[in-house]
Structure formats: C-alpha cells, structure tokens
C-alpha cells in the first residue's frame, strides 16, 4: 500500500499563492491517480484536483478552476498543487490522496477509493 506525504501548507493572504508538494513513498506510484482533498471546519472532505498517473488527464472541481493546477512529476513521484488567487473559503486542511481504481471524475466523490495522507493546514486571512 502507498503511504503519501504532504507538504507546503501555511498561512497567506487573500490573493496570494501556496505550494503544496505531497510523495509517494515506499515504491514507485503504480496506481491509477493521485488527487487532493481538502476539509474545513465542521464540513465535509471535499474533492479538489486530480491526475491520472500515467495518461495526461486531470480534473478540477468548478471552485477551483482557473485558480489551481496539479501537476506530477513521476520520476520523483511527486505530486503538487500550485493555488493561485487563494479566498479565506479555501481555508481547509488539505489531503493528498492515491487511488488504484479508474475513472477521474467517478473516483472524484468516492472517497473509499483513495488512500489518504495525514494533511496540511492552508489558511487564508482576509
């Protein structure tokens, strides 16, 4: 079973940028895709971005597209997820998540698809 690492979270103001980086350790990521969540205060997890591993597709929840982009770098199984334009409603603890079942947007909402790592806390002040 893959274990993630999550990195990068911190404290910023409203329109400015962070850089989460999240590791695949253990062995080389042989699943399917790789995403992240995020969680605030007294809400549910939610979906956030995701990447097929090997093939080049991606997927966005509409909160955060045109603001995010994930991207990979599968020689160092690494992932990241560069936030632009960040709001105080993105103020959640992130998760970086790996899935070995198929299907972006079916595994987007299902959370029992994917093994999580232990977050990192992004706050964005007004």
């Known amino acids: 079973q893959v274990q993630v690492i999550e990195s990068g979270g911190g404290l910023v103001q409203t329109g400015g940028s962070l850089r989460l980086s999240c590791v695949a350790s253990?062995?080389?990521?042989?699943?399917?895709?790789m995403g992240w969540f995020r969680q605030a205060p007294g809400k549910e997890r939610e979906f956030v971005a995701s990447i097929a591993w090997v093939a080049p597709s991606v997927y966005y929840a509409d909160s955060v597209k045109d603001r995010f982009t994930i991207s990979k770098d599968t020689a160092k199984n690494t992932l990241y997820l560069q936030m632009n334009n960040l709001k105080p409603e993105d103020t959640a603890v992130y998760y970086c998540a790996a899935s070995y079942k198929l299907g972006l947007k079916f595994i987007a909402n299902e959370l029992d698809s994917w093994t999580w790592g232990q977050g990192t806390q992004v706050t964005v002040s007004s």
């Open positions: 253990g062995r080389a990521f042989d699943g399917y895709a």
